[in-house]
Protein backbone atom coordinates (compact mmCIF):
# COMPACT_ATOMS: atom_id res chain seq x y z
CA UNK A 1 0.00 0.00 0.00
CA UNK A 2 1.11 3.57 -0.41
CA UNK A 3 3.13 4.84 2.57
CA UNK A 4 4.43 8.51 2.78
CA UNK A 5 6.73 9.00 5.80
CA UNK A 6 7.93 12.44 7.04
CA UNK A 7 10.43 13.27 8.96
CA UNK A 8 12.88 16.26 10.04
CA UNK A 9 10.44 18.05 12.70
CA UNK A 10 11.25 19.17 15.73
CA UNK A 11 12.41 22.27 18.09
CA UNK A 12 14.18 25.38 16.25
CA UNK A 13 14.70 29.12 17.37
CA UNK A 14 13.30 31.88 15.33
CA UNK A 15 15.53 32.88 12.50
CA UNK A 16 16.23 28.93 12.10
CA UNK A 17 15.86 26.10 9.44
CA UNK A 18 15.03 22.91 9.29
CA UNK A 19 14.32 20.39 6.38
CA UNK A 20 11.51 17.95 6.30
CA UNK A 21 11.56 15.18 4.24
CA UNK A 22 9.18 12.55 3.50
CA UNK A 23 9.94 9.01 1.17
CA UNK A 24 7.58 7.42 -0.63
CA UNK A 25 6.75 3.96 -1.38
CA UNK A 26 3.69 1.98 -3.26
CA UNK A 27 3.52 4.45 -5.71
CA UNK A 28 5.03 5.15 -9.21
CA UNK A 29 6.66 8.54 -7.49
CA UNK A 30 7.61 10.19 -10.84
CA UNK A 31 3.86 10.11 -11.67
CA UNK A 32 2.73 11.88 -8.62
CA UNK A 33 2.45 15.49 -7.81
CA UNK A 34 3.09 16.26 -4.48
CA UNK A 35 2.89 18.71 -1.77
CA UNK A 36 3.73 20.28 1.90
CA UNK A 37 0.58 20.87 4.31
CA UNK A 38 0.62 22.02 7.77
CA UNK A 39 -1.92 22.27 10.29
CA UNK A 40 -2.26 24.00 13.93
CA UNK A 41 -5.22 23.21 16.46
CA UNK A 42 -8.34 24.25 15.48
CA UNK A 43 -7.26 25.34 11.69
CA UNK A 44 -7.99 23.26 8.51
CA UNK A 45 -5.19 22.01 7.35
CA UNK A 46 -3.97 23.77 4.51
CA UNK A 47 -1.30 23.85 1.56
CA UNK A 48 2.02 25.52 2.40
CA UNK A 49 4.12 24.08 -0.98
CA UNK A 50 3.01 22.44 -4.08
CA UNK A 51 5.47 20.44 -6.90
CA UNK A 52 4.65 18.92 -10.24
CA UNK A 53 5.54 15.38 -10.93
CA UNK A 54 8.76 16.34 -12.65
CA UNK A 55 8.86 19.56 -10.91
CA UNK A 56 8.58 22.43 -13.62
CA UNK A 57 5.92 24.34 -11.43
CA UNK A 58 6.18 24.78 -7.61
CA UNK A 59 3.13 26.65 -5.98
CA UNK A 60 3.95 28.36 -2.78
CA UNK A 61 1.71 30.00 0.12
CA UNK A 62 2.35 33.83 0.56
CA UNK A 63 3.78 33.81 3.69
CA UNK A 64 6.49 30.97 2.95
CA UNK A 65 7.73 32.35 -0.41
CA UNK A 66 10.96 33.42 -0.08
CA UNK A 67 11.77 31.31 2.70
CA UNK A 68 10.46 28.20 1.93
CA UNK A 69 11.72 25.39 -0.72
CA UNK A 70 9.94 22.46 -2.35
CA UNK A 71 12.01 19.46 -4.41
CA UNK A 72 11.78 16.05 -4.97
CA UNK A 73 14.56 13.14 -5.83
CA UNK A 74 12.53 11.31 -8.34
CA UNK A 75 15.25 8.27 -8.20
CA UNK A 76 14.91 8.52 -4.47
CA UNK A 77 11.55 8.43 -4.31
CA UNK A 78 11.59 11.92 -1.58
CA UNK A 79 9.95 15.05 -0.69
CA UNK A 80 11.72 17.63 0.90
CA UNK A 81 10.98 21.05 2.14
CA UNK A 82 14.29 23.70 3.29
CA UNK A 83 12.64 25.85 5.62
CA UNK A 84 14.82 29.25 6.35
CA UNK A 85 14.36 32.32 8.86
CA UNK A 86 11.60 30.21 10.71
CA UNK A 87 8.81 32.43 12.55
CA UNK A 88 6.70 31.35 15.26
CA UNK A 89 3.74 31.24 13.16
CA UNK A 90 5.39 28.47 11.32
CA UNK A 91 4.74 26.15 14.38
CA UNK A 92 2.39 23.44 12.84
CA UNK A 93 2.29 19.65 12.25
CA UNK A 94 3.58 19.26 8.68
CA UNK A 95 1.92 16.45 6.49
CA UNK A 96 2.97 15.22 3.22
CA UNK A 97 0.44 14.40 0.63
CA UNK A 98 0.79 13.16 -2.96
CA UNK A 99 -2.03 12.65 -5.60
CA UNK A 100 -2.32 12.37 -9.88
CA UNK A 101 -4.08 15.57 -9.75
CA UNK A 102 -2.33 18.95 -9.05
CA UNK A 103 -5.20 20.91 -8.34
CA UNK A 104 -6.22 18.72 -5.43
CA UNK A 105 -2.92 19.75 -3.82
CA UNK A 106 -3.70 23.27 -3.88
CA UNK A 107 -5.36 25.90 -1.57
CA UNK A 108 -9.23 25.60 -1.35
CA UNK A 109 -9.47 22.21 -3.37
CA UNK A 110 -13.06 21.27 -2.81
CA UNK A 111 -11.28 17.89 -2.99
CA UNK A 112 -7.86 16.58 -1.20
CA UNK A 113 -5.45 15.06 -1.83
CA UNK A 114 -5.68 10.97 -2.45
CA UNK A 115 -2.58 10.17 -0.05
CA UNK A 116 -1.38 11.59 3.22
CA UNK A 117 1.60 11.09 5.68
CA UNK A 118 1.14 10.62 9.77
CA UNK A 119 2.97 14.46 10.02
CA UNK A 120 5.84 15.53 11.74
CA UNK A 121 5.95 18.48 14.32
CA UNK A 122 7.58 21.56 13.78
CA UNK A 123 8.05 24.16 16.78
CA UNK A 124 9.57 27.48 16.80
CA UNK A 125 10.57 29.68 19.67
CA UNK A 126 10.60 32.99 19.45
Known amino acids: QVQLVESGGGWVQAGGSLTLSCAASGLTFRDYHFAWFRQTPGKERESIAA????????DYKDSVKGRFTISRDNLGNTLYLQMNNLKPEDAAVYYC???????????????????WGQGTRVTVSG
Open 51 to 58: ITNRGGIT
Open 97 to 115: AADLTFAKLLRGAPQGPAY
